[in-house]
């Protein structure tokens, strides 16, 4: 069995190679025989188009999600799911998702924020670790106030915001 490293879980396991074959991708620029996921990630971005780089980025931040939910006994998404789910927003509208990852042992979480327009274009994004772990709905919800934040910050009006914790959005 391989060790489970950040390329593993992008690219070597058997889920993302099926979800890198359904993607709109070139082959050439995913197909590589890299160790290290940084100089992965430069490849690619050497090899593709904008567009693609931040369809190629988010299909990691799909996969990364779905590794997660397995390793915490959530439910998982088929390979074609992990790539076709998202679609872009109306011309003139902007769609903020976000998400929130927490690490028991280490007693943090991560959140991550991404806008993007009706092409699919990463306009703006928001990271932030939180020292802190309170429990997951509280941790969600903290994503969801920073991405509401982050559509503050921006002055849009027009905003879609999709997040995973369905408590946490019906009750907004």
């Given at each position: 069995?391989?060790?489970?490293?950040?390329?593993?879980?992008?690219?070597?396991?058997?889920?993302?190679?099926?979800?890198?074959?359904?993607?709109?991708?070139?082959?050439?620029?995913?197909?590589?025989?890299i160790?290290?996921?940084?100089?992965?990630?430069r490849?690619?971005?050497?090899?593709?188009?904008?567009?693609?780089?931040?369809?190629?980025?988010?299909?990691?931040?799909?996969?990364?999600?779905?590794?997660?939910?397995?390793?915490?006994?959530?439910?998982?998404?088929?390979?074609?799911?992990?790539?076709?789910?998202?679609?872009?927003?109306?011309?003139?509208?902007?769609?903020?998702?976000?998400?929130?990852?927490?690490?028991?042992?280490?007693?943090k979480?991560?959140?991550?924020?991404?806008?993007?327009?009706?092409?699919?274009?990463?306009?703006?994004?928001?990271?932030?670790?939180?020292?802190?772990?309170?429990?997951?709905?509280?941790?969600?919800?903290?994503?969801?106030?920073?991405?509401?934040?982050?559509c503050?910050?921006?002055?849009?009006?027009?905003?879609?915001?999709?997040g995973?914790?369905?408590?946490?959005?019906?009750?907004?």
């Open positions: 069995m391989e060790p489970e490293t950040i390329m593993h879980c992008l690219f070597h396991c058997h889920v993302p190679r099926q979800v890198w074959a359904l993607s709109n991708l070139p082959f050439s620029a995913v197909n590589r025989r160790s290290n996921a940084v100089a992965w990630f490849v690619v971005r050497n090899e593709v188009f904008a567009d693609l780089f931040d369809f190629f980025l988010t299909v990691c931040w799909s996969l990364w999600f779905y590794r997660n939910n397995n390793l915490f006994g959530k439910d998982i998404a088929i390979p074609l799911d992990i790539v076709c789910s998202w679609e872009t927003p109306e011309r003139g509208w902007i769609k903020v998702n976000f998400d929130a990852a927490i690490f028991a042992k280490e007693n979480a991560r959140i991550s924020i991404i806008a993007r327009d009706y092409r699919g274009t990463c306009i703006a994004w928001h990271t932030e670790v939180l020292d802190w772990v309170l429990n997951p709905k509280e941790v969600e919800a903290r994503a969801t106030l920073l991405a509401c934040w982050l503050r910050e921006c002055s849009w009006s027009k905003v879609a915001i999709e995973k914790c369905l408590a946490v959005i019906q009750a907004l």
